[in-house]
């Protein structure tokens, strides 16, 4: 049922060909690109192996910074999103191209006012053209103390703001909810947070987000991940989910014992969200579409009280008879 895919980010040393064979070998058919790992082939290349893999690329990582906090100026951070654009359509072989991921930069001495210009600025020139190559751009919100200088967009509902200012369908929202996944905030922008994000990244962690912190594998730490991924679900939410775990815990499982772990994890994730959405359309038959519509935690109780009522009305019935 998710739409799951592995990051090349977790599997850093296999090259390309092994990657594709053992994302295959553990049952998955989409892998996340890590731009930096693809200049070792060319886009074209990696194209032709992922059609004979029976593989499709989920999404493409590493460009944006157009505030230029990274030592490039706003005119070669567009020329390298442009790239990037260009080669997500490579890569798309005739199927949807990959999601680029891109971030904003960091403030870099700008006023907030001007660097989200310059952001808003580089999204307008690039909109244009990921349309007509059929890419969508995917705007990545992340926490300043676990990414310096890389983003002063730092929070989901600034991420937001700047999706919704750019108005353009080809302009979306990634969500990393390593970095947003305790985020007090994300149950009440889930309705907006839905509409708007295209591509979740899921990792773990255990306290804060840091720039020294593991991005554990999905249950070994302390973020409600599968909650949080069922809200989106549920808001309508149905683009790709990438696993990205990094760190010593990967190491020790090694790559593959983590594809089988992101496997279990996904599979009973999908069960789960299979048995919620049939406990909606039963509730949906016996009490109506608005209890079935609820959230899941709220619809229990909905239909538990309605069906209290109908005992009442029962019994109230038998009584005047």
């Known amino acids: 049922m998710l739409d799951v895919a592995i990051s090349q980010i977790t599997t850093p040393r296999w ?35 992922f059609r004979k893999a029976g593989v499709t690329a989920a999404s493409l990582h590493g460009t944006g910074g157009f505030t230029g906090g990274g030592g490039r100026s706003f005119a070669e951070s567009v020329t390298d999103a442009i790239e990037a654009i260009e080669a997500a359509a490579t890569l798309g072989g005739g199927q949807p191209p990959p999601v680029v991921v891109l971030h904003s930069g960091c403030r870099a001495g700008h006023t907030r006012s001007h660097a989200r210009r310059l952001v808003l600025d580089a999204l307008a020139t690039l909109a244009p053209l990921a349309r007509r190559e059929g890419v969508v751009l995917a705007v990545q919100p992340l926490r ?40 007090p905030f994300v149950t009440g922008l889930l309705p907006r947070l839905a509409a708007a994000t295209v591509l979740l990244q899921i990792a773990d962690r255990q306290g804060p987000p840091t720039a ?107 009584s005047r008879g």
């Open 15 to 49: 090259e390309l060909s092994r990657e594709l064979d053992r994302v295959v070998a553990h049952g998955f058919t989409k892998l996340s690109l890590w731009r930096p790992k693809l200049s070792d082939t060319t886009p074209g290349v990696a194209a032709d192996a």
């Open 144 to 183: 300043a103390a676990a990414a310096p200088g890389c983003s002063f967009l730092s929070t989901l509902d600034e991420g937001l703001d700047v999706v919704e200012a750019c108005g353009d369908p080809s302009v979306r929202l990634a969500v990393d909810l390593w970095h947003h996944g305790d985020d």
């Open 212 to 318: 020294a912190a593991d991005r554990l594998p999905a249950g070994h730490g302390m973020l409600p991940l599968e909650r949080l991924v069922a809200g989106f679900v549920d808001h309508g939410f149905s683009g790709p989910i990438v696993f990205d775990p990094v760190g010593e815990v990967v190491e020790v499982l090694g790559y593959d014992g983590v594809l089988d772990d992101v496997r279990l994890v996904a599979d009973a994730w999908s069960v789960r969200l299979r048995r919620r959405e049939a406990e909606a359309c039963r509730l949906g038959a016996e009490f109506g579409p608005t209890v079935a519509a609820m959230r899941p935690d709220h619809y229990r109780r909905a239909a538990a009280g309605a069906g209290s009522r109908k005992s009442q009305a029962s019994s109230q019935a038998a």
